[in-house]
Every structure is written in C-alpha cells, then in structure tokens.
C-alpha cells in the first residue's frame, strides 16, 4: 500500500480514521502539531509519527517527499487547507480532507490547474455530508438531466464534537450561502425555512451553509443550489438571532472562550453511541417547468459515514483511480459510489412529478 500521513490524527476525526485504516491494514504516518498526544497516540497504535506546524510550506513540502497522499482531518480547515494544499503541490502528493467549509472547497477548487501541472489530485469534502449529497445530488440529476435547481438536506441525531464546534465559531461571521445562477451567494443564517421528509415524516428544516452548495454544483453543473437541515425550534430561533448576536460571538476574545468551553465540554460520541446513530439525507431536483424529483439516502452515525467516506476516497487515490486537479467525490466516482460505503441504503427514490 502506498504511504498515506494523516493529519490532526489525535483529534476526534482523525482518531477515529486513524484507527480504522489501522484496522484496514493501512500503515498510516500520524501527525500534527501536538508532539505528546502525537506521541502517545503512536505508541498506541505502534505507528510512525512526524511532529510539524503549516507556517512553512518548504519544511512541510520536505515532511511530505515520501508520502504518497495526505488526509486533512484538522479542523478548522481555514487554518490548515491552504497550507497543506501548498505543500502538497510542491512534493507532488495528492490531498484530500473531511471539509464542509464552503470558502475552503473553493479556494482548494482555484488551484486545480496547479495539481493538474504538479499530477495530483485535490480532493476536499470527502467526509459528511458531502459524499452522500453529492452522490445523491448527482443521482438526481441522472433522474432529471434538465434540473435548474438543487435543494438539499441532511437530518442527523448528533451533538458536534470539539472540532465541529471549533468550526462553526471560526465561520461565525459568514452566516449562510446558497448557489445562486452559478453565483456563490452569501445569505443571513437560517434564511430559508420549509419541511422535509427527510425519511420518518415531515420535520421543520432551515437552509446551512453546508460544503454541497460547492460541491454539487461543481459535480452536476446545476446553477442553483441551496441545503438544508433539520431544525427543532430552539435551532431556528438561535438561527434568527445570528444577525445581531455574531458580530459579538465573532469578537476574538469571545472566540476564543467558547473555545475553550467547547475543548471542556465535549469530545466526541463514545463508541455505543455511534454504533447506535444514523443519519437521513434528501434530494430534491427541479427545472424551470416545474418537472419535480426527489430521493433519499440513509445511512448510520454521521461520525461513522464520515470515516468510511474519507478512507473510501483516500484508497482509490492511493490507488491511483482519480485524475489530476480538483475533484468531487460523485464527479469522480460517480453517483453509486456512496452506496458501497457504511452499509448505505439504496437511493429512494419518489416519482418523478
């Protein structure tokens, strides 16, 4: 197997991946910037680790000479795509990470005619939920070559893990965005409201700024694009208030403390709990005549889909099946692709109205 380093391995994401490609008979580098939980993870899991920050792209281009891939599960990826992206162009290594950060898709997307020279592949947005609603978006189009619009939805029944936190605190300021004509679209948090069958009836749902208003739209080439979750009413009050209370939350001492109170309060989902959660994902194609199609998608604990999409994506770019420059993962391995990964359901689908 060709040499893979994943990067954050010690927090929660890359724990999890880094254990399963473990699990796989995958001898994954492990690293990072935190030489003790680097270390102590190693020893654990009797691997190699490199030690090394980004503020350098030469010192991380030498780390990454005989490394054939890099896995991004560092999060925020403002704070580390960029970097590990540069890097990667120079030693000539393919990347692929487990974002939903819309600005991060498309900056990584700017530079594919550089991995096409460099014959790498950029492959960001490989974990939840942009796998299986790119796959889902792509399959719909299948059912409806003439879509004009895509709207999107995940319903998942999971708190956010420190780095999800960590996430959303750093994207504070950006509230939300849609696809609009081809557009990138900046819009107020929670600027749409509708309900959706998600799967188990129909459950009240806002528009989030979530990674498939980029990747669905470079996948299919539908010019509009906009994606939902489900939102119990305490969500969508919060979402309201966005307006008035981020310029206060996006202040960085403020940042930083619930920071800190996200690092304190919650890890992650013990083992029991993912094995024991499950995730709905809905489609909904239209064109511009009011031809309508719909269809679904379950899978189990979104921890657990983003793990097996990752290690999913990253083995057919070790083993050399993507081509260079930036890739989707539905653009790539095409709609089925999510259907072999986790156990996933089949794609429900509705008549095509």
Same mark, same amino acid.
């Given at each position: 197997?060709?040499?893979?380093?994943?990067?954050?391995?010690?927090?929660?994401? *890359?724990?999890?991946?880094?254990?399963?490609? %473990?699990?796989?008979?995958?001898?994954?580098?492990?690293?990072?910037?935190?030489?003790?939980?680097?270390? &102590?993870?190693?020893?654990?899991? *009797?691997?190699?680790?490199?030690?090394?920050?980004?503020?350098?792209?030469?010192?991380?281009?030498?780390?990454?000479?005989?490394?054939?891939?890099?896995?991004?599960?560092?999060?925020?990826?403002?704070?580390?795509?960029?970097?590990?992206?540069?890097?990667? @162009?120079?030693?000539?290594?393919?990347?692929?990470?487990?974002?939903?950060? @819309? /600005?991060?898709?498309?900056?990584?997307?700017?530079?594919?005619?550089?991995?096409?020279?460099?014959?790498?592949?950029?492959?960001?947005?490989?974990?939840?939920?942009?796998?299986?609603?790119?796959?889902?978006?792509?399959?719909?189009?299948?059912?409806?070559?003439?879509?004009?619009?895509?709207?999107?939805?995940?319903?998942?029944?999971? +708190? /956010?893990?420190?780095?999800?936190?960590?996430?959303?605190?750093?994207?504070?300021?950006?509230?939300?965005?849609?696809?609009?004509?081809?557009?990138? &679209?900046?819009?107020?948090?929670?600027?749409?409201?509708?309900?959706?069958?998600?799967?188990?009836?129909?459950?009240?749902?806002?528009?989030?700024?979530?990674?498939?208003?980029?990747?669905?739209?470079?996948?299919?080439?539908?010019?509009?694009?906009?994606?939902?979750?489900?939102?119990?009413?305490?969500?969508?009050?919060?979402?309201?208030?966005?307006? %008035?209370?981020?310029?206060?939350?996006?202040?960085? /001492?403020?940042?930083?403390?619930?920071?800190?109170?996200?690092?304190?309060?919650?890890?992650?989902?013990?083992?029991?709990?993912?094995?024991? *959660?499950?995730?709905?994902?809905?489609?909904?194609?239209?064109?511009?005549?009011? &031809?309508?199609?719909?269809?679904?998608?379950?899978?189990?604990?979104?921890?657990?889909?983003?793990?097996?999409?990752?290690?999913?994506?990253?083995?057919?770019?070790?083993?050399?099946?993507?081509? +260079?420059?930036?890739?989707?993962?539905? *653009?790539?391995?095409?709609?089925?692709?999510?259907?072999?990964?986790?156990?996933?359901?089949?794609?429900?689908?509705?008549?095509?109205?």
């Amino acid at each position: 197997m060709a040499e893979l380093l994943i990067y954050g391995s010690y927090g929660y994401n *890359g724990r999890l991946m880094s254990e399963e490609a %473990f699990d796989r008979g995958m001898e994954p580098i492990l690293a990072g910037r935190d030489g003790g939980a680097l270390s &102590e993870q190693a020893n654990e899991l *009797g691997l190699e680790s490199r030690r090394f920050g980004l503020s350098e792209p030469a010192a991380v281009a030498e780390e990454l000479d005989d490394v054939d891939c890099v896995l991004n599960c560092a999060g925020p990826f403002s704070n580390t795509a960029d970097e590990l992206v540069e890097a990667c @162009i120079r030693s000539r290594t393919d990347y692929v990470d487990i974002t939903g950060e @819309i /600005p991060v898709i498309e900056r990584v997307g700017r530079r594919s005619e550089e991995a096409e020279e460099a014959g790498i592949t950029l492959l960001p947005a490989a974990g939840l939920s942009s796998v299986p609603m790119d796959c889902l978006a792509a399959h719909l189009v299948e059912r409806l070559p003439e879509a004009t619009h895509l709207a999107l939805g995940a319903e998942t029944f999971r +708190p /956010p893990s420190v780095g999800s936190i960590t996430t959303l605190l750093e994207g504070l300021e950006d509230g939300g965005a849609v696809r609009n004509e081809g557009r990138l &679209e900046y819009v107020p948090a929670g600027w749409k409201s509708r309900r959706i069958d998600f799967g188990r009836g129909e459950r009240p749902a806002v528009t989030m700024p979530l990674g498939d208003v980029s990747t669905s739209y470079y996948t299919t080439g539908v010019p509009n694009v906009e994606t939902y979750v489900f939102a119990p009413p305490p969500t969508r009050l919060l979402l309201r208030a966005h307006r %008035f209370v981020a310029p206060l939350l996006a202040a960085e /001492p403020v940042r930083e403390t619930l920071k800190g109170v996200a690092q304190v309060a919650r890890e992650g989902p013990s083992k029991r709990a993912r094995e024991r *959660g499950s995730s709905y994902f809905w489609g909904e194609a239209r064109t511009e005549d009011g &031809e309508r199609a719909v269809s679904r998608l379950r899978m189990s604990d979104p921890y657990v889909v983003t793990g097996a999409c990752a290690l999913a994506v990253t083995e057919r770019v070790l083993d050399g099946e993507t081509a +260079p420059g930036y890739r989707t993962p539905a *653009g790539e391995f095409g709609p089925g692709f999510v259907l072999g990964i986790d156990e996933a359901e089949g794609f429900l689908d509705e008549e095509t109205s």
